[in-house]
């Protein structure tokens, strides 16, 4: 499967969401309403209760199954829609594609057809390749919902909403807010996804700051400043996002320094973070490389929410289950 065969599908936007606007696959954050983006972010705050608490649970998904079919590595996405799952009373089937027929032959239709003969409800979906959720969405029958878990470099809607949910938390109003984005915007689903939530918002101000070889394509996030020059890129901010150089998806690393040059020149460090806002908050999607994006004593610091980040990512993933088996019920 090459990295472009699935791109020309119809608007992604437009196939998530039902007759009634109701949200039925969760694909891309671009063009995704502001109200229904915040109802989200709302929806995801009434699950969260005190660390050292028991986690919110509801039974709203009983009797539902959902599928994780995660076809490149992840922690933190898999485990938390796992137990977001579980928390809401599903059954909740983690397929291990490393065992799975997939490795026969077996085509991701084919795998798709079988779960949906099993009565799966959800299939939460990860693949290396563009357009793979939206073709799995124009194929599946209707009743089934498909939640983008990332798509290549393309989108990561999930983790988009948990970052800006935890801005939010922090900070209040996008308006007023410079948000920075340091590291590999080029090949980062995240930053995408954080783009296309943090516009929609209205978010005062994003800039993105890497070496060229790591910027953004020029039309791939309109409205934002990009930046090769750290120090100039921090100087204000209110948020910084640190991302890691995500080598999987690189085939040509010239252009591309070194480690220690790395560090030195695009390494969230306390020393660098003088520029910023006093209250600044720095951010991390993981996996971290310590040492390369971002050094331990700001990791662990505290300026850093990017535990909290994790935390917020079982209770939006809660919340998009929700949303989507409630349009099932509308269906
Ligand atoms: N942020 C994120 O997607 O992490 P995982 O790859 O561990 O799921």
Same mark, same amino acid.
């Given at each position: 499967?090459?990295?472009?065969?699935?791109?020309?599908?119809?608007?992604?936007?437009?196939?998530? +969401?039902?007759?009634?606007?109701?949200?039925?696959?969760?694909?891309?954050? !671009?063009?995704?309403?502001? &109200?229904?983006?915040?109802? /989200?972010?709302?929806?995801?705050?009434?699950?969260? $209760?005190?660390?050292? *608490?028991?986690?919110?649970?509801?039974?709203?998904?009983?009797?539902?199954?959902?599928?994780?079919?995660?076809?490149?590595?992840?922690?933190?996405?898999?485990?938390?829609?796992?137990?977001?799952? !579980?928390?809401?009373?599903?059954?909740? +089937?983690?397929?291990?594609?490393?065992? &799975?027929?997939?490795?026969?032959?077996?085509?991701?239709?084919?795998?798709?057809?079988?779960?949906?003969?099993?009565?799966?409800?959800?299939?939460?979906?990860?693949?290396?390749?563009?357009?793979?959720?939206?073709?799995?969405?124009?194929?599946?029958?209707?009743?089934?919902? /498909?939640?983008?878990?990332?798509?290549?470099?393309? *989108?990561?809607?999930?983790?988009?909403?948990?970052?800006?949910? =935890?801005?939010?938390?922090?900070?209040?109003?996008?308006?007023?807010?410079?948000?920075?984005?340091?590291? %590999? /915007?080029?090949?980062?689903?995240?930053? =995408?996804?954080?783009?296309?939530?943090?516009? $929609?918002?209205?978010?005062?101000?994003?800039? =993105?700051? @890497?070496?060229?070889?790591?910027?953004?394509?020029?039309?791939?996030?309109?409205?934002?400043?990009?930046?090769?020059?750290?120090? !100039?890129?921090?100087?204000?901010?209110?948020?910084?996002?640190?991302?890691?150089?995500?080598?999987?998806?690189?085939?040509? +690393?010239?252009?591309?320094?070194?480690?220690?040059?790395?560090?030195?020149?695009?390494?969230? *460090?306390?020393?660098?973070?003088? !520029?910023?806002?006093? %209250?600044?908050?720095?951010?991390?999607?993981?996996?971290?490389?310590?040492?390369?994006?971002?050094?331990?004593?700001?990791?662990?610091?505290?300026? @850093?929410? /990017?535990?909290?980040?994790? $935390?917020?990512?079982?209770?939006?993933?809660?919340?998009?289950?929700?949303?989507? $088996?409630?349009?099932?019920?509308?269906?």
């Amino acid at each position: 499967m090459n990295a472009t065969a699935f791109k020309d599908l119809d608007d992604e936007a437009a196939l998530q +969401l039902d007759a009634n606007g109701n949200l039925r696959h969760l694909l891309t954050l !671009k063009g995704l309403q502001k &109200s229904l983006l915040t109802d /989200i972010l709302d929806d995801a705050e009434a699950y969260l $209760t005190q660390m050292g *608490s028991l986690p919110a649970r509801s039974q709203s998904l009983r009797g539902r199954t959902i599928a994780n079919l995660f076809f490149e590595p992840s922690t933190r996405t898999r485990a938390s829609f796992d137990l977001a799952g !579980k928390r809401l009373g599903a059954d909740v +089937l983690n397929l291990d594609v490393n065992t &799975s027929s997939r490795k026969k032959g077996e085509s991701i239709l084919d795998t798709i057809y079988t779960l949906e003969a099993m009565q799966v409800d959800v299939m939460v979906v990860r693949d290396a390749s563009i357009g793979v959720p939206a073709y799995i969405v124009s194929n599946v029958l209707d009743h089934v919902s /498909i939640l983008n878990a990332g798509e290549a470099e393309v *989108s990561h809607p999930t983790q988009g909403l948990l970052d800006v949910l =935890t801005i939010r938390q922090h900070k209040k109003k996008f308006e007023d807010l410079i948000v920075t984005i340091v590291g %590999d /915007i080029r090949h980062s689903r995240v930053a =995408t996804s954080a783009a296309h939530a943090l516009a $929609t918002l209205g978010v005062g101000e994003l800039r =993105t700051v @890497s070496p060229a070889a790591l910027a953004p394509d020029p039309n791939a996030l309109p409205g934002v400043v990009v930046m090769d020059d750290l120090d !100039k890129g921090v100087e204000g901010a209110d948020v910084v996002m640190a991302l890691r150089i995500q080598r999987e998806r690189i085939d040509d +690393l010239d252009g591309i320094p070194g480690v220690d040059e790395y560090f030195a020149n695009y390494g969230i *460090s306390r020393q660098r973070l003088k !520029k910023a806002a006093r %209250d600044v908050i720095v951010m991390h999607p993981g996996p971290m490389n310590r040492g390369i994006e971002i050094e331990s004593e700001v990791a662990d610091g505290p300026m @850093s929410v /990017i535990t909290r980040q994790v $935390t917020n990512g079982v209770a939006i993933r809660m919340a998009v289950l929700d949303r989507v $088996t409630q349009s099932m019920v509308a269906r």
